[in-house]
């Protein structure tokens, strides 16, 4: 008969739940064991080959599937043994199963606490205290080069999450969605409390992200909270002064120091060259996550990273606008916010002197072929000439609008300068005679170029070849080429090529037949064109708004410098700002290395004409002039 009972199949799924009990105490025992492995010796899980780690994971895998099957074999067993049950009972029996299975359905459908083990339901507890709490966040997504971790504060847990399967999870950071793949996983919201940077107005955003993109800090006032780390090893901490994470290796511990801080190096940390020590606090410092994604250099970017050291020449107070050589390279010649460019010797970094006269932040700048005369451009609506031996003033154009840009012509005769909109007055470009004595010389302009959107600024302004034309662009992204002698527009580029944006700088190569732009697109590029024809020939993708370019005179070789806004720029660091110099090769526009070390956005850059070396002057104040190993010349693609 059907209801007879299975006498035979209850035997049976008896052994096989004896079985299955055997097999997690094996799994147990083999779990137990590389716990105390890892308690033993933790640096274990960094030594190449090391498997431990996921040992441990399928060992857990393996032990949740025995759980499952143990459950199923137990509820088919129960069934059977209630049909051994007289029918009254067994209806009973039945009402009171069916009453129980209803609650455990509720139960499931309520919370997930009940279905999860024991050591994920106290996780969970963990992580749900952490609500108002600052912890560290990884920001990135699975397939991303390197982990950004960002330091955030916890506003709420989602313990209800009913999710059994891998969802896409979004993310919006710097003006990018990013999609990441997250198995299983509670939800932590959380709020990254600096402002946004993107350009519809910032504001504080909060994220959905998984436990396991989750890390918590230590205990200020606890410290028996937080494991100590010795003398070695790696940990993920917050960079002194920014809310960024990094690797860092642990030089001395808060015990042998006598302190609460921890004194770490951190990695690709470079100042002067060097690895510098930092005092971090115990409780911004937490494990090396597994499988943390750091960056490495590649070969061919070798010559710039491990021998290459700069000289830091400090000498403005205000942020770096314009850098620029003479035509020897024997000297540079610096401009920034603090009203005073400078003049340095370009092989040492020495400062040679200061030119004072300016009452506003300089822009720019340009020397005379023979070194003798420099042109600045000023904020304080003047554009001067200096005798660059004496640092004397020589004469000073007046005009109603902050003078933006300077360019001497070939032959020094004539200087193109181009003013901002400014009240009533409009953007435009200013061609001036300079006379060989300056006694000689007037004030007046040779040719008065107004710009066709002229509330939009000209950031920039150059001679073209043989001083036939001048070559413009600014805030409306279009690139103009004027006739130097009627004023005529003679072409202006493709609003379906080229930039999209602000155009922020623009520097000619050394024979004047093209020239490249750097911008503020949304797409981080600059531009290579041809001078007469405006032809785009390439684009190089920073990643990074660019606000300097320059061209390398000796190789095929553009370097690109930028960052964050600086308005932007709180507390991220040199790292997390991408702040760097990336050089790219002209032809083939890929990216070949880079130069890190300002603490703020490049504003300028420029190649010494003997092509051996290069400067950057930062939104930090500094000039770095860097200046190529041999390495540097044999960098193959």
């Given at each position: 008969?059907s209801?007879t ?7 049976e799924n008896?052994?096989?739940l ?5 097999e997690?105490?094996e799994?147990l ?11 033993s010796?933790?640096e274990?899980?960094e ?7 996921s040992q ?5 895998i ?15 067993r129960l069934?059977q043994l209630d ?7 067994q209806?009973?029996?039945?009402e ?5 299975g209803l ?7 309520g919370s997930d606490?009940t279905?999860v ?17 600052q912890?560290a966040?990884?920001?990135t997504?699975?397939?991303a080069e390197?982990d950004?971790?960002?330091v ?6 989602d313990r209800?999450?009913?999710?059994e399967?891998?969802?896409?999870v979004?993310?919006?950071y710097?003006?990018?969605?990013v999609?990441?793949?997250?198995p ?9 409390e600096?402002?946004g940077d993107?350009?519809?107005?910032g ?7 998984p ?7 230590p ?6 909270t ?7 090893k790696?940990?993920?901490?917050v960079?002194?002064?920014t809310t960024a994470?990094?690797?860092a290796t642990?030089?001395?511990t808060p ?13 690709d ?6 690895l510098?020590?930092?005092?971090v606090?115990?409780?911004?410092v937490?494990a090396l ?5 750091q960056?490495?250099s ?7 990273k ?5 000289i830091l020449m ?9 850098l620029r050589?003479n035509?020897?390279g ?6 920034a916010?603090?009203h ?5 010797y370009?092989?040492?970094g020495?400062?040679h002197?200061t030119f004072?006269?300016h009452?506003?932040a300089?822009w720019?700048?340009d020397v ?14 003047s554009?001067k000439?200096w005798d660059v031996k004496?640092?004397?003033q020589l ?10 840009s300077?360019?001497f012509?070939l ?8 003013t901002d909109p400014f009240?009533?007055r ?5 061609v001036?005679r300079?006379a060989?004595?300056p006694?000689d010389?007037?004030s007046?302009?040779v040719?008065?170029?107004e710009?066709?959107?002229g509330r939009k600024?000209?950031n920039r ?8 034309t001048?070559?413009?662009g ?6 103009r080429?004027?006739?130097a002698?009627?004023?005529k527009?003679?072409?202006?580029s493709?609003?379906e090529?080229g930039?999209k ?5 623009l520097?000619?190569?050394a024979?004047d037949s093209h020239f490249?732009t750097g911008?503020?697109?949304?797409t ?8 007469r024809?405006?032809t785009?020939l390439k684009?190089y993708?920073?990643g990074?708004?660019?606000n300097?370019?320059?061209m390398?005179?000796l190789?095929?070789?553009v370097?690109?410098g930028g ?5 932007a720029?709180t ?5 997390a700002g991408?702040?760097?110099?990336k050089?790219?090769d ?10 890190k070390?300002?603490?703020?956005p490049?504003?300028a850059l420029?190649f010494?004409?003997d092509?051996k070396s290069?400067?950057s ?5 500094y000039?770095?002039?860097h200046?190529f ?9």
């Amino acid at each position: 008969m059907s209801s007879t009972p299975d006498i035979t199949g209850i035997l049976e799924n008896t052994k096989e739940l004896d079985r299955l009990r055997k097999e997690q105490e094996e799994v147990l025992v083999e779990v137990n064991k590389i716990h105390k492995k890892l308690r033993s010796s933790p640096e274990v899980v960094e030594k190449p080959g090391d498997t431990s780690l996921s040992q441990l994971k399928n060992l857990f895998i393996q032990a949740k599937e025995l759980s499952e099957s143990e459950v199923t074999v137990s509820n088919i067993r129960l069934a059977q043994l209630d049909s051994l049950l007289p029918s009254g009972q067994q209806r009973g029996k039945l009402e009171v199963a069916e009453g129980n299975g209803l609650k455990r359905k509720r139960m499931k459908a309520g919370s997930d606490v009940t279905r999860v083990p024991p050591s994920i339901r106290n996780q969970m507890k963990a992580y749900a205290s952490l609500k108002g709490e600052q912890v560290a966040a990884r920001m990135t997504a699975d397939d991303a080069e390197q982990d950004e971790w960002l330091v955030v504060k916890v506003i709420h847990f989602d313990r209800e999450t009913k999710d059994e399967k891998e969802t896409d999870v979004t993310l919006l950071y710097d003006d990018a969605s990013v999609v990441t793949r997250c198995p299983p996983d509670r939800r932590v919201e959380v709020l990254d409390e600096e402002s946004g940077d993107d350009e519809e107005g910032g504001g504080q955003r909060t994220y959905k992200l998984p436990m396991s993109c989750i890390l918590p800090f230590p205990k200020r006032n606890d410290p028996s909270t937080t494991q100590e780390f010795l003398p070695g090893k790696h940990v993920l901490a917050v960079y002194p002064g920014t809310t960024a994470l990094y690797k860092a290796t642990v030089v001395s511990t808060p015990r042998k120091r006598k302190s609460d801080e921890y004194l770490l190096e951190f990695d690709d940390d470079e100042e002067n060259g060097a690895l510098p020590q930092r005092t971090v606090p115990f409780h911004k410092v937490v494990a090396l996550p597994e499988g943390h994604r750091q960056s490495r250099s590649c070969d061919k970017e070798r010559a710039f990273k491990e021998k290459m050291r700069p000289i830091l020449m400090k000498g403005h107070e205000r942020p770096l606008t314009f850098l620029r050589y003479n035509r020897d390279g024997d000297m540079l010649f610096s401009c920034a916010k603090d009203h005073t460019p400078t003049l340095w010797y370009a092989d040492n970094g020495e400062r040679h002197g200061t030119f004072r006269g300016h009452n506003g932040a300089v822009w720019c700048c340009d020397v005379s072929r023979d070194s003798l005369r420099l042109i600045t451009g000023s904020a304080d609506q003047s554009a001067k000439l200096w005798d660059v031996k004496t640092g004397q003033q020589l004469f000073s154009f007046k005009f109603g609008s902050p003078a933006r840009s300077v360019d001497f012509a070939l032959g020094d005769k004539l200087a193109v300068i181009t003013t901002d909109p400014f009240m009533e007055r409009t953007s435009a470009i200013h061609v001036k005679r300079i006379a060989e004595d300056p006694e000689d010389q007037v004030s007046e302009s040779v040719l008065v170029l107004e710009s066709p959107n002229g509330r939009k600024r000209i950031n920039r302004a150059v001679w073209g070849p043989l001083n036939q034309t001048i070559v413009s662009g600014g805030e409306d992204a279009v690139l103009r080429i004027w006739d130097a002698e009627t004023g005529k527009l003679l072409k202006e580029s493709d609003s379906e090529v080229g930039h999209k944006n602000t155009i922020t700088s623009l520097t000619k190569s050394a024979d004047d037949s093209h020239f490249i732009t750097g911008s503020l697109d949304k797409t981080a590029k600059a531009c290579l064109w041809d001078m007469r024809t405006l032809t785009l020939l390439k684009t190089y993708v920073s990643g990074v708004p660019v606000n300097a370019v320059s061209m390398s005179p000796l190789l095929d070789h553009v370097v690109l410098g930028g960052g964050q806004d600086a308005s932007a720029v709180t507390t991220t660091d040199h790292r997390a700002g991408k702040f760097e110099a990336k050089f790219y090769d002209k032809i083939l526009q890929e990216e070949i290395g880079g130069v890190k070390g300002h603490f703020g956005p490049i504003n300028a850059l420029a190649f010494n004409p003997d092509g051996k070396s290069f400067s950057s002057g930062g939104e930090d104040g500094y000039v770095r002039l860097h200046h190529f190993d041999s390495d540097y010349f044999n960098i193959r693609i």
